[in-house]
């Protein structure tokens, strides 16, 4: 009897997550580092720091400056669909430049030398401080909580970074598509430093950069964004050197997804507003960076925002993606039971927002308690009727007031991103 497709891919997941943890672990028993080749440089694994369905993150040491970065790889053992959605989510991540959003420093496509398919390689910065959700267990193991002050300012940084999606605008005409990719979850740390600040040389040469636009988001100009061709990758163990040509050769989708030729400015300089949705807020996907900013990181379920649903084919698709992709707890109502004829717009993660604001003051999102963790209660159905109270605490109305502002279950009666930050604004001058 075959399997079901969702059962299938979850299996799939699991084999290759034994693979790399044993790979990562035999290097560690052997003393033999597992060595990842990008740009002529090698990269040595030094430990595992997360992993998702298909893949890891690792802490990576460049051999020859002794510098550390995470390097996340995601496996696309279904061939060129999983390479062009994890292309995807680097475009993401190059798409939007803000101080409280990671940046990526280079990314590579390589075939993996077991047989496995391909697997795509993203540097990212190291994040020594963790995330939110490390910060919110400390708390709970130390009998701590955060200051309102110090919670609200974590908050906020948070949703400026989101506005920078939200209001993100791309050239005039660009096609509302509603593409997805492949949830991951690493629990890594990561840690940028802010993108406007002055750059390494080292960095400049190694991690070529996208120019920014003046609406937080990235611009594309052919060849001035990133270096002219896909880098040259090989993945190697003692004694082996596997090089790889780019995979996107005639393939005008990703090259332009490679090089950057999409969601730059039409030639005309003229800009539409285009926002996207993160789709996965939760504290740990809020890193902390070295001096105290919250910096938002994983947009492997990033899409443009608003999603027409004309039938119930597509209802379904979008509650699939939902599931794969968007934490349960964290998850809006509206994509628990899609609707059709209506839009999915960008306040799914306002919703989002509201319980990361409440697992900050509470330790847990408002729809994990005791009777949906403990008493088989359903999560879904607390979730589609806003079934959650404020525990009691010191905290002032109007924080309570702001998270019961963005935990409406009518997606119309969310505030947007810019009301969510002047009332944050407004609470905090309360507490001054």
């Not at 795509?120 to 994040?127: D, G, I, K, Q, R």
């Not at 955060?146 to 400026?160: A, H, I, V």
Request: glycine share 8%.
């Amino acid at each position: 009897m075959a399997l079901p497709p969702q059962l299938m891919h979850t299996l799939e997941g699991l084999k290759y997550q034994v693979k790399d943890a044993f790979w990562a672990l035999s290097s560690c028993v052997c003393q033999q580092s597992a060595k990842v080749k990008i740009n002529g440089r090698t990269f040595k694994i030094i430990r595992v720091l997360g992993e998702g369905g298909f893949s890891f993150v690792y802490l990576a040491q460049d051999e020859h400056s002794g510098r550390q970065f995470a390097l996340k790889k995601i496996r696309c053992p279904s061939g060129q669909e999983d390479v062009r959605q994890a292309m995807r989510e680097v475009e993401a991540y190059r798409r939007f430049k803000h101080p409280n959003i990671i940046h990526i420093m280079d990314s590579a496509v390589v075939q993996d030398p077991n047989g496995d398919g391909q697997v795509v390689y993203l540097f990212l910065p190291l994040y020594k401080r963790g995330n939110l959700q490390d910060a919110i267990n400390a708390n709970s193991i130390n009998n701590t909580h955060f200051s309102e002050t110090e919670m609200l300012q974590y908050f906020k940084g948070t949703c400026e970074a989101l506005r920078a999606m939200h209001n993100y605008h791309g050239p005039v005409g660009t096609k509302m598509d509603a593409f997805s990719s492949r949830s991951t979850q690493p629990t890594s740390r990561h840690a940028p430093s802010a993108p406007n600040s002055p750059r390494h040389s080292e960095d400049d040469e190694m991690f070529p950069q996208p120019e920014g636009d003046g609406e937080g988001g990235y611009s594309y100009h052919g060849a001035s964004s990133t270096s002219s061709r896909a880098p040259l990758v090989s993945q190697n163990g003692p004694g082996e050197d596997h090089e790889h040509e780019p995979l996107f050769d005639g393939d005008e989708e990703l090259e332009r997804l490679q090089h950057g030729g999409a969601n730059g400015h039409a030639a005309s300089g003229q800009t539409e507003l285009v926002p996207y949705a993160h789709r996965d807020l939760k504290p740990g996907n809020v890193m902390i960076s070295d001096d105290g900013r919250p910096i938002l990181m994983d947009f492997g379920s990033t899409i443009k925002a608003r999603v027409k649903i004309e039938n119930r084919s597509q209802a379904l698709l979008q509650q699939d993606i939902a599931a794969e992709q968007s934490t349960m707890s964290y998850r809006a109502p509206e994509l628990f039971d899609v609707k059709t004829g209506i839009t999915i717009t960008e306040a799914v993660d306002i919703w989002s927002l509201g319980c990361l604001l409440y697992a900050l003051a509470y330790s847990h999102s408002p729809f994990e308690n005791t009777q949906t963790t403990e008493q088989g209660g359903s999560i879904a159905m607390a979730v589609m009727n806003a079934q959650y109270k404020h525990p009691a605490s010191a905290y002032s109305q109007g924080l309570k007031d702001l998270i019961d502002s963005m935990l409406k279950v009518k997606p119309e009666s969310r505030p947007d991103i810019h009301e969510v930050l002047r009332m944050t604004d407004r609470v905090l001058q309360s507490l001054r």
